[in-house]
């Protein structure tokens, strides 16, 4: 059966020394997945990683918003991602542009893109300026999008009214959101607008459970977002694209259906997200 991971990491230094050893057991798994950008090195490498194998491994590339307003804030880049500063705060559409004519057909989606307001600047002045910018390089790759036709891979951490309130003002747009944490309300304006929501090992975290009964399977997909957000049976280990397991048989439960049937049609749903 089928299951692709909407959501990896494989292309940040917390894989540096195993990456093709863990890709190569995923697919062993018959496990696809998605490896996602953060910035332009880490888009870069994830394309590089999937322009290694035929078939199975896919990428997309683009600037998430604490890079994209790092200016306001000091934060320091997190060692499982990369050894690179936290020092990208332009979006430069014509390096991302070029990524893309680089390798097409390995890269299926701009992301993850979007808000996140969880860390923010202390005066009210600094924190509406830090999120002008966040919108501003947001619709830049929005617009990326729509030149390439590419779904968006959707970040948002504690923004999501404004998040909604922008994508309500643009057409045509499809993707999931990623690691939604958000409330059934939300979930279903995200579902409205023509999104699918993402699902990981943070639903062993959070109560997510009226989300996860309220949300169709045919408006859901999967991911692991690893190295992080490891399934509670697996706690304390590095996440990895099999641990995906795990997070599908929580939702087969909650929802009283069968892990197959659930594999199934979320596997479907991604296949066509992605046109993978």
């Known amino acids: ?39 332009y090195e880490t888009s870069l490498k994830a394309v590089e990683i999937a322009k290694q194998y035929e078939g199975g491994v896919y990428s997309a590339v683009g600037l998430h918003p604490m890079y994209a307003a790092a200016e306001f804030v ?19 559409k014509e390096k991302y542009r070029n990524l893309i004519l680089s390798g097409k057909e390995k890269i299926v989606a701009i992301g993850e893109i979007g808000l996140d307001y969880y860390y923010k600047p ?23 999008a729509k030149e390439f036709n590419l779904p968006l891979v959707l970040h948002c951490r504690v923004a999501h009214d404004d998040l909604i309130e922008i994508l309500s003002k643009e057409t045509g747009l499809k993707g999931v959101v ?8 939300q979930a279903q304006k995200y579902i409205k607008m ?9 639903i062993f975290k959070l109560d ?15 991911e692991t977002d690893c190295p992080y957000l490891t399934p509670s049976p697996e706690s304390g280990k590095r996440n990895e694209p099999i641990f995906i397991k795990y997070t599908i ?19 479907e749903n991604a296949r066509n997200l992605f046109r993978i």
């Open 1 to 39: 059966m089928k299951i692709i991971d909407t959501h990896s990491h494989l292309n940040f230094r917390a894989f540096k020394e195993d990456s093709d050893e863990v890709i190569k057991r995923t697919l062993a798994e018959d496990i696809w997945m998605i490896n996602v950008g953060t910035k």
């Open 122 to 144: 202390k005066t009210s002045a600094k924190l509406q300026q830090f999120k002008e910018k966040q919108k501003k390089i947001f619709l830049e790759q929005v617009e990326l």
């Open 208 to 222: 997510l459970d009226d989300v996860i009964k309220n949300v169709s399977l045919e408006k859901m997909v999967f």
């Open 194 to 202: 023509g999104f699918l929501i993402g699902i990981n090992g943070i």
């Open 178 to 185: 990623h690691c939604f944490t958000g409330t059934v309300e």
């Open 249 to 267: 048989h929580k939702v087969a439960e909650l929802k009283g259906i069968s892990f197959d049937e659930v594999c199934e049609k979320t596997t």
């Open 74 to 92: 000091k934060l320091k880049t997190d060692p499982d991602e990369g050894e690179f500063l936290i020092k990208e705060q332009e979006f430069n």
